[in-house]
């Protein structure tokens, strides 16, 4: 069970869904859209030879910078077979004004507070979500404190500029 | 005349009137919320669980956490990498050491760094004695939950002297900051290996008398045994992992199935149990402060000569008395210092087994000085989902003791 194996038995399952193949530091890497992204974490887990059925991360990231706006905000999916010893990095793109991903919960209880926590920090809504509510900030919290518009420093002191820590 | 005081006496107001007939007794048919934290002498932590309960019984439970977050994915993001280390102590707090060598390592496969033999089982050692002093801390306080705080209180001590070899290691106790990215950052002093070996000597008998203290005692096996079990599969669905799975039955070792720091070298056993109770956990854990010993034990008598750092100048500090004299190292302590040291750009996931399960960093660098995003997982976090399905059915008292036996650190939990 190799990479090049699972990347294109995915291929011919899921065709022209899923892209942008890649191997960094040697773990699958690849790229879906929001519809199939439920389904091909389904179709992992019940293949009875790859059997890729634990959920190690589900988390966002942000990138506001990036000159395609469809591509603002990324959840990434870490999956991993405890029976072959594989691990896969499942990555879903987003845009902005349509912050909505279908939930993970449907295939794995861990998910549940993963996605919250994604939720609270990105503003990400994971739609049929049991209970979609803020995890470790306060429930009266007005923005999605990991989005990197957010500063993690007063922005307004003029003491604690970048240049002087040398970033 | 002296009167006989009758201290017999058990006649108090009231109690001579005729017991009230049962028709006149009222039954309250509704549930009681009962709020089990935020800070609750039972709960070892900052969290807050409100339970429905019907008499005894809990029917529901549900879960608040984020008492003590706070935002480490978020610093890690303005901070160089050797600064975000002090970052981890403060996840699992007990056992810091693990945390630390953890981070170091995913920093070190992003740089392709490959650190010597020495400085590999020198962490091997220090990450077993994080992971001893973690589990003595669980199952001694699992005794004290259930009434026995004898074991606690022996054990606690050779806690300490784990501690001791911390503190002889890097100078801090509780938040270490051990080792750094590229190796340690001291070698292991002759008084360090020396107090390894005296407590490999002494540790064993006092731990051998908990187990006798505990494992069989009747009163303790009635009190732990199908409390809170969980099946392997339901387990693996809710992300448990480190001793909490393997007492479900599923031998996952991070260790053994994705070798890091050398444990390849050692021949040590992973316990596991069957049913997933709060029992197999305590036993569990117990057989892996065994290992653990076992481990300890071959790495001091194998410790490979050589030296305890990687030749990674711009990310291992140079030794002082370098930096006064020669102007190479003079440059790169004060680039790593100031933290003008741009990473290479990487996308990393390195998980080592921490005290209470896999523990993972997931590292994407843009190329910059700090983390583009970071993202710890911490395995109590994932498995404390499991929580309120554990407790259903059973009442409060087995609630604290399942807690107990989870370990649910709340520095882990809320990061």
Sequence with gaps: MTNEEVAKDLIRQFGEDVYDFDEPYGMLTLSTTRDQIIPIIRYLKDHSLYQIGFLTTLCGIHYPDDPNPEREYCIVYQLHSLVNNFRLRIKVFLSEDDLHIPTATTVYLAANWMERETYDFFGVIFDGHPKLTRILNMEDMDYFPMRKEYPLEDPTREDKIDALFGR | ?415
Aim: aromatic fraction near 12%; glycine fraction near 8%; hydrophobic fraction near 40%.
């Design chain 2, 1 to 415: 005349m002296s009167t006989v005081l009758d201290i017999s006496n058990k006649n108090v107001p009231g109690n001579d009137l005729p017991a009230k007939p049962e028709e006149n007794v009222q039954y309250v048919n509704e549930l009681t919320t009962l709020n089990l934290g935020p800070t609750h002498p039972a709960t070892h932590g900052i969290f807050q669980n409100i339970l429905q309960m019907d008499g005894e019984k809990i029917v529901s439970g549900e879960q608040t956490i984020g008492y003590i977050h706070r935002a480490f994915e978020k610093i890690a993001e303005r901070r160089p990498f050797y600064q975000i280390t002090t970052l981890t102590d403060r996840m699992n707090y007990c056992s810091s050491p693990i945390n630390n060598f953890g981070w170091h390592m995913t920093v070190e496969k992003l740089l392709g760094i490959t650190v010597p033999k020495r400085a590999q089982y020198i962490r091997v050692i220090m990450m077993e004695l994080a992971r001893i002093a973690d589990h003595l801390i669980c199952n001694g306080i699992l005794g004290v939950d259930t009434g026995a705080f004898t074991g606690f209180l022996y054990l606690f001590e050779e806690r300490e002297n784990i501690y001791e070899i911390y503190e002889e290691v890097c100078g801090a106790r509780l938040t270490t900051n051990m080792g750094r990215i590229g190796g340690m950052e001291r070698d292991l002093s002759a008084e360090a290996i020396r107090k390894i070996r005296a407590f490999i000597k002494r540790f064993p008998p006092i731990m051998q008398e908990f187990e006798k203290l505990f494992n069989r005692n009747r009163i303790f096996m009635d009190r732990v045994i199908d409390v809170g079990p969980i099946t392997a599969e339901r387990a693996l669905n809710y992300g448990f992992t480190g001793p909490n799975l393997r007492a479900a039955g599923v031998d996952y070792d991070v260790r053994v199935m994705n070798p890091y720091s050398s444990y390849q070298d050692f021949e040590f056993d992973i316990p596991v149990g069957k049913s997933g109770d709060t029992y197999d956990r305590f036993m569990v854990r117990n057989g892996e402060i065994w290992e653990s010993l076992r481990i300890i034990e071959q790495a001091i008598e194998n410790l490979p000569e050589g030296p305890y750092f990687a030749d990674a100048p711009e990310y291992y500090l140079p030794p002082k008395k370098e930096v006064y004299r020669n102007m190479e190292a003079l440059i790169y302590h004060f680039k790593i210092v100031m933290g003008e040291i741009d990473a290479p750009v990487g996308e990393v996931y390195h998980s080592v087994e921490g005290g209470n399960g896999e523990l993972g960093f997931y590292l994407i660098s843009d190329g910059g000085r700090a983390p583009y995003r970071l993202h710890f997982r911490r395995p109590s976090f994932i498995y404390y989902q499991a929580y309120p399905e554990m407790c259903v059915g059973t009442t409060l008292s087995d609630a604290i003791v399942i807690m107990s036996s989870l370990n649910v650190i709340a520095g882990e939990l809320d990061s």
